[in-house]
């Protein structure tokens, strides 16, 4: 579905003034206000929370009755017909596991150690987006975004050609950016809409999510603020895959827990912010010359295991 631009003087309750202050921030549609918090809102125009709620739910009744959004409330017959838009990882093995794959509407975590594909899946899914939704891709672009400085334009062309496909028009769907601190991170996240809307972008990566917050936000005091932003990052990403119905994956690091004996130690970093924030969480370990990933949390999704491999092709099945 093709977006078009609706402006912010369309949706009830918008005056001059707010929408000017709006604007002024680079919220100048519904789908931008669609996807905001309250508190975002109301720190922008004043008032009070339950304004900024209410112009925020104004906007979302505009794009419903643009055909959008879904209506608040839908017979669960209708949510069953509805096509679910998925993403190939690039691995039948892996797909099999997420059921299909990497889906739009949702937040998609994988996270584990150095070394286990976390970046590799990034780099790969970026490839296949462009793809036609019949060959495995969502038919749209991507935007990476890189905290870490692990995004390598050389790996995209290589996974490009390994799978025959003309690596300077999958460079072209890849829009990238390097962030280099939780400041420029919340910025980027608030300018995403526009991009989104603007470039025909079905995909947003994260790789990683945690990085930056681990780094500025240090000791226990600083813990509860830390929390806070990224419990606000969460929500607007969620708010974005939903309004734009868009895939969003993020990577996350782990961390040694010094009390656990005789079992995997390692524990997604983020605590419970990104445990509840993302919709579905991966595990991903090394095994010999092959990776294991396993669903830890989703709605659905029983608790399974997949090996793949890391070859010229990005992910792939262990015979390939």
Known sequence: MNIEDIPLRKVDGIEERIEHRLAGVGIDSAFELASSS??????IVGGDSYNAALLIANARSH???KGYMAREFIAASEIARRKKNVLSTGSK???SLLAGGI???SITEFYGAFGSGKSQICHTASVLCNLKPEDGGLGGNAIYIDTEGTFRVNRIAQIAEARGLNKDEILDCIFYCRVFNVPHLETVARS???YIRKNRIKLVIIDSIINLFRSEFIGREALAERQQKLNALMHKLHNLAEVYDIAVIITNQVQSSPTAYFTDTTNPAGGNILGHGSTYRIYLKRSGNYRIAAIIDSPYHPYSEARFAITDKGVSDTDD
């Open 192 to 194: 995403l809409g526009g």
């Open 93 to 95: 093995a892996l797909d």
């Open 38 to 43: 309250p508190y975002e809102i109301m720190s």
């Open 63 to 65: 794009l419903i009755k």
């Open 103 to 105: 889906e739009t509407d």
